[in-house]
């Protein structure tokens, strides 16, 4: 079916549950978020914290990051490629049209945000948007006044400031300002950093409703050897400049929202040396803008989101056959609840579509079922196909190279089911279950072993299975929360002339993370979060293919005003390189003051 065909479909149906009256059955099945901590530790111990310095020990999200995870850090799910998890704030998904690589750069202040929860199957397919795998869905957070500044200092010289304020300017308006800096030189030579940010929002809260309005801004230069070619010899750097405008509005059930995100990258696959404007200097400007509308009538629930993007300029990314795209994306589901002697049943069933000018189209079905038992314990079954396109870094690239690209890539497809249990008891929550993901046309950077540094991206085919457990606990003086995730894949490679992956089957087959507070006296709190991994085999890694990281914090409150942190991370200097052939980030720690009122 065409997109022509499509759209007129799916306005149809969006546009008869916009007009479709509401009834109690609507409002008993309003969705709750809950929302609980994931991990033990919020601060980065040597920049800015981002999403990426919560999500690197997350129990469901992995953080492939070349230094710190603050610099540049790939997000994957499941063991997904790093375009295949995108991000959701507020109505909106976001989007980084050059690359997935840039996805993290989010330059929302992480204290004006609320996480609330990684979506994966049916979720994904009803809220995400251009991601096979996952949506990281998060939530606009600065109703509440608070006034805020803090200084950092650490090892590798490095230093930091920051200052937040929020004000509640009448009954329905707030104000929030916030500005951050860091530098440092980093744990190894050339492993430099200089990052600045600065936000202002203002909300309206009338109590029927809630609009805010965000402007963000976002500085970074960092430096890593070997981040990107895997040559430990290239000292690397990265320089982008991220500028946002997001809108959210919601009423009711009703969520409206836009974006408009620009990014301005130089990488330097050798900083000794200086080019710019020519081929070779990688050199790039995109830019993406977004009108999403989702909401509840009835048992019916509904999204749509158009987005378009452009690659504005760029030195090398010139192969192609377009340089600007626009996409369509819609839901439509009936979501009820049964009630029966010995249990009730949740489901949630529908269709989600994906269409866009330069590719061929899709509607993909979804089915989620629940049944929850009086005790407390819920099983459930999920299944849904989802798909995306790639960036224009695959897309433009020349096709020879570390970086070769491919304009004959297409629409990425995958097919999951995920069966389950979960429970709520008097102190926690558990979870367990097994998934099963086809995915096809895969577009990684493939090789051959005899010449691994002559890389393209091709399209590839993946069978991933897996087992996911999470468990958390809290008493009166201490939490913790537990995640265990072991995956395979059986994979097939599109051509004879490869043999070898640089992404898809750089993966952890098994991944285990702890995080823990305990409150040891009334001002004094330890937080740790630790992680350990098993990679799959690699030829190309230089370090063991086991790993554990730690980050550990101790805080004192001595009174409401102030705080002061003592912080380390990467607390048993572990050299795991998260890619093969780039050095990983060493020993960190830093101490920081805050204070408040």
């Not at 963000?216 to 430990?232: D, I, L, N």
């Not at 002697?341 to 089915?367: E, I, K």
């Not at 002339?497 to 991944?511: E, G, H, I, P």
Request: glycine share 8%.
């Amino acid at each position: 079916m065409s997109a022509y065909a499509q759209r007129p479909l799916l306005v149809a149906l969006v546009s008869g549950c916009l007009l479709a009256p509401s009834s109690p059955l609507a409002n008993s099945l309003e969705e709750i978020t809950v929302k609980a901590d994931r991990v033990a530790n919020s601060q980065a111990a040597t920049s800015l914290a981002s999403i990426a310095t919560t999500l690197a020990y997350d129990p469901q999200v992995e953080i492939y990051s070349r230094g710190l995870a603050e610099g540049q850090a790939d997000i994957t799910v499941r063991g997904s490629m790093f375009e295949s998890t995108s991000v959701k704030v507020g109505a909106v998904v976001l989007m980084d049209p050059q690359t997935g690589h840039y996805t993290a750069n989010l330059p929302i202040s992480p204290e004006l945000l609320a996480f609330s929860g990684v979506l994966t199957g049916a979720q994904n397919a009803v809220e995400g948007f251009n991601a096979t795998v996952a949506t990281l869905r998060y939530d606009l957070d600065f109703s509440d006044a608070a006034r805020r500044v803090s200084l950092s200092a650490g090892s590798d010289h490095f230093n930091s400031q920051s200052a937040l304020y929020s004000h509640n300017i009448d009954r329905e308006f707030t104000l929030a300002v916030a500005a951050e800096r860091s530098e440092g030189d980093g744990s190894l030579d050339d492993g430099d950093h200089q990052f600045q940010r600065v936000n202002v929002a203002v909300q309206r809260d009338t109590g029927d409703s809630q609009s805010a309005l965000v402007l963000a801004s976002q500085h970074q230069f960092f430096g890593w050897p070997g981040a990107y070619t895997g040559f430990a010899t290239l000292p690397e750097t990265d320089h982008t400049n991220t500028d946002l405008m997001l809108f959210n509005h919601q009423q009711g059930n009703t969520r409206l929202g836009a974006y408009y995100r620009r990014v301005v990258d130089n990488y330097d696959f050798d900083r000794r040396t200086f080019e710019t404007g020519t081929p070779g200097s990688f050199e790039h400007e995109t830019a993406s803008y977004g009108l999403a509308v989702e909401g509840e009538r009835d048992i019916f629930h509904y999204r749509a989101q158009w987005t378009g993007d452009k690659l504005v300029s760029s030195t090398d990314l010139t192969h192609g056959t377009f340089t600007s795209r626009q996409y369509l994306v819609g839901s439509l589901g009936v979501r009820q609840q049964q009630t029966f002697s010995d249990g009730v049943l949740v489901s949630d069933l529908g269709l989600s579509s994906n269409m866009s000018n330069r590719d061929s189209d899709t509607l993909q079905p979804y089915a989620y079922f629940e049944w929850q038992r009086p005790s407390g314990l819920a099983t459930f079954i999920d299944y849904a196909r989802s798909s995306q396109l790639p960036g224009y870094t695959a897309l433009r690239s020349g096709t020879s190279g570390l970086f070769g690209g491919n304009p004959d890539l297409s629409r990425e497809r995958a097919e999951q089911l995920e069966v389950g249990v979960k429970t709520t008891y008097r102190n926690g929550q558990l979870e367990a279950s097994v998934f099963w993901r086809d995915e096809q046309d895969v577009a990684d950077w493939t090789y051959a072993s005899q010449s691994p540094y002559a890389r393209q991206a091709n399209a590839m085919d993946n069978d991933v299975t897996g087992v996911q457990v999470q468990a958390s606990y809290s008493a009166a003086n201490v939490w913790l929360r537990a995640g265990t995730t072991w995956l395979n894949k059986d994979f097939r490679y599109r051509s004879d002339l490869v043999d070898a992956s640089y992404y898809a089957l750089n993966y952890a087959k098994l991944r285990t993370t702890l995080a823990a507070q305990w409150q040891v006296a009334s001002h004094v709190t330890i937080q740790l979060d630790t992680e350990y991994r098993k990679q799959a085999p690699n030829t190309l890694r230089r370090s063991s293919r086991e790993a554990f990281f730690a980050r550990l914090s101790s805080i004192w409150t001595p009174s409401v005003q102030h705080q002061i942190t003592l912080l380390f991370d990467n607390l048993n200097d572990d050299d795991f390189q998260m890619y093969p052939g780039t050095p990983g980030m060493g020993r960190s720690a830093s101490l920081s003051y805050a204070y408040h009122w």
